[in-house]
């Protein structure tokens, strides 16, 4: 059975910074592709950030420079660094996982709240 498990959501004010944890389990996690979407009320969910297998890196152009994503095979855990958050950063951010030859195969996490006060 597949479980992603999100942490480290919170409130913060605006130019802080949060750093969110994603613990997989049931996948063969350093082959599996990592990323982070988010979603706010009324829009759809969006790519934030992802990182392949390999360390190869992507973000939103919304959020380079500003937030960072990485992976521990280690520890089967994933993390997204934000910083200089802004209120429009607010949304509910969610992980997931998939591998590159199975990409319509999708597993997600419940989420965690991210909220950015001006």
């Known amino acids: 059975q597949v479980q992603l498990v999100e942490s480290g959501g919170g409130l913060v004010q605006a130019g802080g910074s949060l750093r969110l944890s994603c613990a997989a389990s049931?996948?063969?996690?350093?082959?599996?592709?990592m990323a982070w979407y988010r979603q706010a009320p009324g829009l759809q969910r969006e790519l934030v950030a992802r990182i392949g297998s390999g360390g190869t890196t992507e973000y939103a152009d919304s959020v380079k420079g500003r937030f960072t994503i990485s992976r521990d095979n280690a520890r089967n855990t994933a993390y997204l660094q934000m910083t200089g958050l802004k209120p429009d950063d607010t949304a509910n951010y969610y992980c997931?996982?998939?591998?590159?030859?199975?990409?319509?195969?999708?597993?997600w996490g419940q989420g965690t709240q991210v909220t950015v006060s001006s």
């Open positions: 049931g996948i063969t996690f350093s082959s599996a592709i």
């Open positions: 997931e996982s998939h591998y590159a030859w199975s990409s319509n195969v999708r597993f």
